[in-house]
């Protein structure tokens, strides 16, 4: 599971609070979506805009081999539903931080904010009881001649104030013909269905499928059918009321690493002690240099290889909130 990163709640601070002030001092402007010459994003909050549920990519379960998964990419009529979003609000590039998920090379850049016209908001959005959660896409306007939504984020509000994020949809073009794909599915009751596919060497590679709530508290939380122990070859632990609970044991990819600094990570992965409470980050969480054997043929990690190294850095989470991070 990606861990909640600080950047969550800067995302769009400024954006709601602007748009907060402008309906305080004037009650009769119009809550049709759009953009100021000032940078001031005003977002659509008209009722009958919001989506019908079930809403996304429909049976997830099935697309499970890379000729199925490429038939529903390039087939419009897959996709429809997320093609008529209408990203009309420009997001001017000082307003927003975005967590990325994922590594990139050049050219790409991690900076997403490099063209003001980058990043939209959809005037659809979904409602859910005293909560609005915004489409904000972010197309690739770096190396293609015409720009396509290569990233979709789900941000969750609540009085025109900005709750959390989370990723939904993802289209990366690689070199070589790689390339990285998220496809998503919001089901009638909320619960966010995700599946990532990478297309690479091996040459295709199907990851768990992920699922996904919303709390009470706005805020986006791993989401289980079955409450008891979790355990599969990347994380475990309790599951409570269909969220994480208690202690966790997670192995995982981690870009907060700073290689030249650590030179023993010849791979980006750590040991990470974590602990829940309703299924936010809560506590210390510690993370160790995660120490591994791998199949010499394969070159894939020997899962009952694995232990924990040394300790490199620690995080203090409050609210679900990362408030410190400590390096060793």
Excluded at 23 to 49: C, L, M, V
Excluded at 96 to 123: G, T
Excluded at 145 to 160: D, G, H, R
Excluded at 294 to 312: A, F, V
Aim: glycine share 4%.
């Amino acid at each position: 599971m990606p861990k909640i990163n600080i950047t969550y709640f800067t995302v769009l601070f400024f954006l709601f609070s602007c748009y907060s002030k402008a309906q305080t001092e004037n009650k009769t402007i119009s809550t049709e979506a759009r953009s100021t010459d000032k940078g001031t994003t005003i977002f659509n909050t008209n009722k009958a805009d919001c989506i019908s549920l079930p809403f996304g990519y429909s049976d997830l379960s099935k697309q499970t081999t890379a000729d199925v998964v490429l038939s529903v990419i390039q087939n419009e009529n897959n996709i429809k539903e997320i093609k008529a979003l209408r990203f009309e609000t420009a997001v001017q590039k000082d307003f927003v931080q975005l967590p990325e998920e994922y590594d990139v090379f050049l050219p790409f850049n991690k900076n997403v904010n490099e063209k003001h016209d980058r990043i939209k908001i959809a005037s659809d959005f979904l409602c859910y009881g005293n909560y609005s959660l915004y489409f904000m896409a972010v197309y690739n306007t770096v190396r293609y001649a015409e720009p396509f939504i290569e990233k979709i984020y789900l941000v969750s509000t609540k009085n025109n104030k900005p709750i959390d994020m989370k990723r939904l949809y993802l289209h990366h073009e690689g070199e070589m013909g790689f390339a990285s794909h998220t496809l998503f599915n919001i089901d009638k009751n909320y619960i966010i269905s995700l599946q990532d596919y990478e297309f690479s060497e091996s040459p295709f590679t199907l990851k768990p499928a992920q699922k996904y709530q919303i709390l009470p508290s706005g805020k986006f939380a791993r989401y289980f059918d079955k409450d008891g122990l979790y355990k599969n070859e990347d994380e475990q632990g309790m599951v409570k009321n269909h969220t994480k609970e208690g202690k966790w044991i997670e192995y995982k990819s981690n870009s907060s690493i700073d290689i030249q600094k650590y030179p023993e990570f010849t791979d980006p992965y750590t040991y990470l002690e974590a602990e829940y409470k309703n299924g936010l980050p809560f506590g210390t969480w510690k993370f160790y240099k995660l120490l591994q054997k791998y199949n010499e043929e394969t070159e894939q990690p020997i899962i009952n290889t694995r232990k924990k190294g040394r300790l490199i850095y620690t995080e203090v989470y409050k609210n679900g909130a990362l408030e410190k991070q400590e390096f060793q």
